[in-house]
């Protein structure tokens, strides 16, 4: 089975600093996400990336940015944590091509930045 | 663009009841494909039902099954003989073409089971 990882299950920042949260899965798929998810607001996607060094910003892309120096590795970055950022983050992935349901989600990471 | 709308926050059932969870969704793309993923209090997504557009069935996994109404853009999710184990928030996605084939993903709705 596809499995994505996720660094970290509980994280706790404070206001101001740089996060980094990574995502790493095991099968050589394409097509990486990233969500966050909030009560009531559901998952709404940040960035995503269907290659290695490339990026694309979804629908809430402001005050994050990624990168993808490795096909497997996907990692989201809070250039300067805020308490608005506090949220649940899932990452996701897929195979690509005509594979048009295999998405694989990570366990989450819930952030609290005080 | 696309859109996703479940406007359900909360849906209560007892135990062996049916239960239906709404969805509904906005697109111009005749290609597309729906998701349901069960999302228990331990936060993970767990895949339950796929519909492609051009299916002529609807999608059917054990319990679960898709009422795919592509004239009226709604795509519910039926549970049969509910269990407390389906307590859990439920999401309606569709995978957009335009965001590298993201899902982009309903609000939920938060399913209790009751004895």
């Known amino acids: 089975d596809v499995k994505v990882t996720q660094s970290s299950r509980y994280l706790v920042k404070r206001t101001g600093e740089k996060v980094f949260l990574e995502c790493v899965q095991d099968?050589?798929?394409?097509?990486m996400f990233w969500y966050r998810q909030d009560p009531g607001l559901g998952l709404r996607l940040i960035y995503f990336?269907?290659?290695?060094?490339?990026?694309e910003k979804g629908d809430i892309p402001e005050g994050y940015s990624v990168s993808r120096e490795k096909k497997e590795r996907f990692s989201l970055i809070l250039e300067s944590a805020s308490t608005n950022q506090t949220s649940m983050y899932l990452c996701?992935?897929?195979?690509?091509?005509?594979?048009?349901?295999?998405?694989?989600f990570g366990s989450g990471t819930r952030l609290t930045v005080v | 663009a696309q859109k996703i709308t479940q406007t359900q926050p909360g849906m209560f059932v007892q135990e062996k009841e049916a239960v239906t969870l709404d969805c509904t969704y906005d697109?111009?793309?005749?290609?597309?494909?729906l998701f349901w993923y069960k999302q228990p209090s331990s936060g993970e997504m767990i895949f339950l039902i796929y519909?492609?557009?051009?299916?002529?069935q609807n999608a059917t996994e054990g319990r679960y099954s898709l009422n795919f109404q592509k004239a009226r853009k709604s795509a519910n999710l039926v549970i049969s003989a509910s269990q407390l184990g389906d307590s859990a928030m439920y999401f309606c996605?569709?995978?957009?073409?335009?965001?590298?084939?993201?899902?982009?993903f309903g609000k939920g709705t938060t399913l209790s089971v009751s004895s």
């Open positions: 996701a992935s897929r195979l690509g091509g005509t594979e048009l349901k295999g998405y694989t």
């Open positions: 099968m050589d798929h394409e097509n």
């Open positions: 990336s269907y290659d290695v060094k490339m990026k």
């Open positions: 697109t111009s793309d005749p290609s597309y494909g």
């Open positions: 519909q492609g557009s051009y299916d002529q």
């Open positions: 996605a569709m995978r957009d073409d335009q965001a590298g084939t993201a899902l982009i």
